[in-house]
């Protein structure tokens, strides 16, 4: 008979940060589903519209694309076909694994410098949206290094830690 399961280890900050980031985007999806039932049930029974919706909609999805991607890549729920690298050995399959956390951290530092160079381009430009909502182009930029910089640091953790102390995630199990 088993004992009782193992306590789950402490969560680094930097776990509740992209935890917190996925909570907001999961908060969102909820948000977006109520705003569509909301619009369409509304012009159903012809009682008002929702002009801005749609735009509303537009920068949710934006929003929950970018916040749910370093909780998506912490978990390695991402799409991934290792139909070759499986078969490697255990030692080759390491120094692909890690030849591929090197690309991904590099790619990420990539779009982190230009993203960063766009919003602010963008803020030192006053630029303004002028659509259902009125605000300054750089608020849709802002969330891009923020994010990229995560991405990167989930990276170089993964860089960093030894290969063992990655096991697979969760929702690998059973699959």
Do not use: N
Not at 76 to 104: F, K, M, Q, S
Not at 131 to 146: G, T
């Amino acid at each position: 008979m088993a004992g009782p399961p193992a306590p789950a280890s402490p969560r680094s900050w930097f776990d509740l940060l992209i935890d917190g980031l996925a909570l907001v985007a999961a908060a969102l999806v909820v948000l977006l589903t109520l705003l569509i039932l909301c619009d369409i049930a509304a012009r159903y029974l012809r009682v008002f519209t929702l002009t801005w919706a749609l735009e509303a909609s537009e920068y949710m999805l934006y929003a929950v694309t970018f916040l749910g991607a370093p909780w998506l890549l912490r978990e390695e729920g991402h799409i991934a076909i290792e139909l070759v690298v499986e078969r490697l050995p255990a030692r080759l399959h390491a120094r692909v694994r890690r030849l591929t956390d090197a690309l991904g951290a590099a790619v990420c530092a990539a779009l982190l410098y230009y993203a960063c160079r766009v919003a602010w381009r963008s803020f030192e430009s006053g630029v303004m949206v002028h659509k259902s909502f009125v605000f300054p182009e750089w608020y849709v930029f802002a969330l891009v290094p923020l994010v990229m910089l995560v991405l990167l640091g989930v990276y170089l953790r993964w860089l960093v830690r030894p290969p063992q102390a990655r096991a697979p995630a969760a929702l690998h199990e059973g699959i």
